[in-house]
């Protein structure tokens, strides 16, 4: 049973680069939803994570130290980290992890922050913001605060690989079969659906390199959630959710079928769930424009 505390309390929001920068109505989303739930999110001067794959392939000393360093913020403030990526979970909780077990990589880390000020204590907690909906708040609470079920979305859910990866760090849902987001999902009334290559890669880190593989990748994905019959696709990490904004009208051409399928953060439909309008959030940024399905499900959208 998935059962969460529902005191108040404060978190530093780490929204990382890609939402900041690019997708700041995700932001906006996750906000509006946590202070709605009761908890307060208070900013830092946070840096990069940095990146858990580039960065730390070409230098893990600047992807530990980097990393510490903004768990330091945390450490100073006495508060918990709730993150709004994979990416920057992965490595705010793997800085932590690898520091807590190479005594001769924390020395290392320790001696270059302390030049800068900083004093690494390895007391911070790291959630990410799926995780922290589940365990801090509780389905139960979520539940109470929906005004507006969202009948009628047939969501075909996304975590991505970097949410339950690698699981020796990351403790939390089941890194095989993932059931936070779905439990998410069916909460605020919509449905979350089997499907063919649910657990597949967006194709996102192969698109770098080789863009026919992240376009193969990405129509798998595509093809499998259509024949379900879902609706749209549900996300909860921002490089996830601009490769499937990103890729359909190039996986249309290339495979001569049309895709244009909405793409949610779950932070969206919770907001919406929660009364809040597609104006509120910033909807009309989205590239597939989800106001024809919202509209379906009695949701109007004037923008």
Known sequence: MLRGRTKKMQALLFAGCTISNRLPFLEKSARLVFKDLGIEFIDAPFTCCPDPVGVQAISEKTWLTLGARNLCLAEQEKKKIISLCNGCSETLIGVKSCLDHDKESLNEVKKVLSKKGYD???????????RSLIEDVGIGKIKEKVKRPLKGLKCATHTGCHYMRPSDWIKWDDPLEPKYLDVLVNAVGAEALDYEE???????GVDRTNNEVGLEVAHRKYKGATEADANCLVVNCPACFQQFENTQRDVSKKYEEKYKIPVFYITELIALAFGYNPEDLGLRYHRNRPKKLLKSIGIEDPQ
């Open 120 to 130: 690494y204590k390895g007391t911070s907690e790291t959630f990410h913001f799926i």
């Open 198 to 204: 649910k657990m597949l890669c967006c194709g996102a």
